[in-house]
Nanobody, 117 residues
Framework: QVQLVESGGGLVQAGGSLRLSCAHS????????MAWYRQAPGKQRELVAA???????YYADSVKGRFTISRDNAKNTLSLQMNSLKPEDTAVYYC???????????WGQGTQVTVSS
């Protein structure tokens, strides 16, 4: 069973920074971590940032200029650097991966990010 492992969440004051990481539990190169989503209480899961195989990036308007998505191809890991955090960034953050051959979708278990005002 494919397992994505996220890390780096926590509690931070407004204006602070956190760095999230996502890795496949078995370093499977056929699994391509490619996006971060988040879900706040009572809200739908939303796309925060994504990166293509060609390194083209996408950011939600609410995080542009503050968040940076990156990939380590050698380790097949995905990161999200979050700066200037705001209370409205509080949510559970999920890593999404796509199978390079099967195109199956995989999700991590989520990591909690809480930003206090």
């Amino acid at each position: 069973q494919v397992q994505l492992v996220e890390s780096g969440g926590g509690l931070v004051q407004a204006g602070g920074s956190l760095r999230l990481s996502c890795a496949h539990s078995k370093s499977n190169s056929n699994i391509n971590p490619m996006a971060w989503y988040r879900q706040a209480p009572g809200k739908q899961r939303e796309l925060v940032a994504a990166i293509s195989s060609g390194e083209t990036t996408y950011y939600a308007d609410s995080v542009k200029g503050r968040f940076t998505i990156s990939r380590d191809n050698a380790k097949n890991t995905l990161s999200l650097q979050m700066n200037s955090l705001k209370p409205e960034d509080t949510a559970v953050y999920y890593c999404k991966a796509v199978g390079r051959i099967t195109a199956n979708i995989y999700w991590g278990q989520g990591t909690q990010v809480t930003v206090s005002s």
